[in-house]
Structures are given as structure tokens and as C-alpha cells.
């Protein structure tokens, strides 16, 4: 399976900008895509952007122009610039990787999860 590890969350004012990382491990695995998704409070968990093996990404329209998924595989680690934050966008953050495993079959990993609190 792969492990993944967020950070970067953390406060900011409205129109601010924060880094999220997230750090992939677990060698036997192929990783497809990764994703960020958010929940916010009292609200289900919704997709923000993902990036295929490819390179292609995929946004949400709600941050559209505003954030930016990249990865560096050299480092088995994907980002999310969010840039223009709003109060909106205060959630928590998790990333998620679809993985093919050595078995052949396919792997869900998700990680614990980063604050985003953005004040207005």
C-alpha cells in the first residue's frame, strides 16, 4: 500500500496563499493519481484537483485559476498552491492516491489530513 503524509495547512487571511504537501511512500506500488480533496465543516468531502501519472490535472471550478496541483516524482511528493484564498476554502485537506499494487490490484491510500483556515 502507499503511505501519505500531508502538511502545510495552517491560518491565513482572505487573499493569502499556502503550500500543501503531501509525501508518498511504499515502493511496491505504481500510483496512477493523486488527488486533494477537502471537507468542509459540516459539509461532505468534495474533489479540488488531481494529476494523473501523465501529468494531466484535473480542477474544481470553484478554484479554478486559483489553485495549482504539481508533483515532483522524484520525490513521490504532490503540491497544492492555493493561491487567493478565500473563507470559503476553509476546510480540511486530504490527499489521495489510486495506486496499482504489486498484486496487481488496485490501492486507495488516503491521508490524515491538513487544516486550511482561512479568516476573513
Known amino acids: 500500500q502507499v503511505q501519505l503524509v500531508e502538511s502545510g495547512g495552517g491560518l491565513v487571511q482572505a487573499g493569502g496563499s499556502l503550500r500543501l504537501s503531501c509525501a508518498a511512500s511504499?515502493?511496491?506500488?505504481?500510483?496512477?493519481?493523486m488527488t486533494w480533496y477537502r471537507q468542509p465543516p459540516g459539509k461532505q468531502r468534495e474533489l479540488v484537483a488531481r494529476?494523473?501519472?501523465?501529468?494531466?490535472?484535473t480542477y474544481a471550478d470553484s478554484v479554478k485559476g486559483r489553485f495549482t496541483i504539481s508533483n515532483d516524482k522524484l520525490q513521490n511528493t504532490v503540491y497544492l498552491q492555493m493561491n487567493a484564498l478565500k473563507p470559503e476554502d476553509t476546510a480540511v485537506y486530504y490527499c489521495?492516491?489510486?495506486?496499482?499494487?504489486?498484486?496487481?490490484?488496485?490501492?486507495?491510500?488516503w491521508g490524515q489530513g491538513t487544516q486550511v483556515i482561512v479568516s476573513s
Open positions: 489521495n492516491a489510486l495506486s496499482t499494487l504489486s498484486s496487481g490490484s488496485i490501492g486507495n491510500s
Open positions: 511504499g515502493s511496491s506500488a505504481s500510483i496512477n493519481a
Open positions: 494529476i494523473s501519472s501523465a501529468g494531466s490535472t
